[in-house]
């Protein structure tokens, strides 16, 4: 019953993706591009899902959630950072989430939850605001440097 819902689950994702990846194909320009990448990692993703189903050997029942606890902490951390992002901009709260996340979850390294945030803000950057060239919420901190002046 688990392999096969697993099988079912990876191709209705695979058929999303390819369908989102087609319908972005009519975007005009650049547009289209990050909805097409998209599609194809949930195609990739789906893909993958119903592979690992049709490899397993066994078919036994799992628990849904092994740790009821920690996903209730991850949609609370989930939750507070959509509230962040407006008043704090998306860098600064997406900076929070990815360095508080972790550390909500029971990951005590906070060494490296820091390094991970500082490299991974950098890399949004260049995916948001330089390739795409998505406008988003002004950044706080922007605001108050302004100010300032």
Same mark, same amino acid.
């Given at each position: 019953?688990?392999?096969?819902?697993?099988?079912?689950?990876?191709?209705?994702?695979?058929?999303?993706?390819?369908?989102?990846?087609?319908?972005?194909?009519?975007?005009?320009?650049?547009?289209?591009?990050?909805?097409?990448?998209?599609?194809?990692?949930?195609?990739?993703?789906?893909?993958?899902?119903?592979?690992?189903?049709?490899?397993?050997?066994?078919?036994?029942?799992?628990?849904?959630?092994?740790?009821?606890?920690?996903?209730?902490? %991850?949609?609370?951390?989930?939750?507070?950072?959509? @509230? &962040? /992002?407006?008043? #704090?901009? +998306?860098?600064?709260?997406? !900076? =929070?989430?990815?360095?508080?996340?972790?550390? %909500?979850?029971?990951?005590?390294?906070?060494?490296? @939850? &820091? /390094?991970?945030? #500082?490299? +991974?803000?950098?890399?949004? !950057? =260049?995916?948001?605001?330089?390739?795409?060239?998505?406008?988003?919420?002004?950044?706080?901190?922007?605001? &108050?440097?302004?100010?300032?002046?």
């Amino acid at each position: 019953m688990e392999k096969r819902q697993d099988i079912v689950l990876g191709l209705i994702f695979v058929s999303i993706g390819i369908f989102a990846a087609w319908m972005a194909t009519n975007y005009k320009g650049a547009s289209g591009i990050y909805p097409m990448v998209l599609g194809l990692v949930l195609t990739l993703l789906g893909a993958t899902v119903a592979i690992k189903a049709l490899r397993q050997p066994t078919n036994q029942p799992r628990t849904l959630i092994d740790v009821p606890a920690k996903l209730v902490t %991850a949609a609370l951390v989930a939750t507070i950072y959509v @509230a &962040l /992002v407006m008043p #704090l901009g +998306f860098y600064t709260a997406s !900076f =929070l989430l990815v360095l508080t996340m972790p550390l %909500a979850l029971g990951f005590r390294r906070l060494a490296y @939850a &820091l /390094v991970v945030a #500082l490299v +991974f803000m950098p890399v949004v !950057f =260049l995916v948001f605001s330089v390739l795409l060239e998505k406008p988003l919420p002004r950044e706080v901190i922007l605001s &108050l440097i302004a100010v300032g002046r």
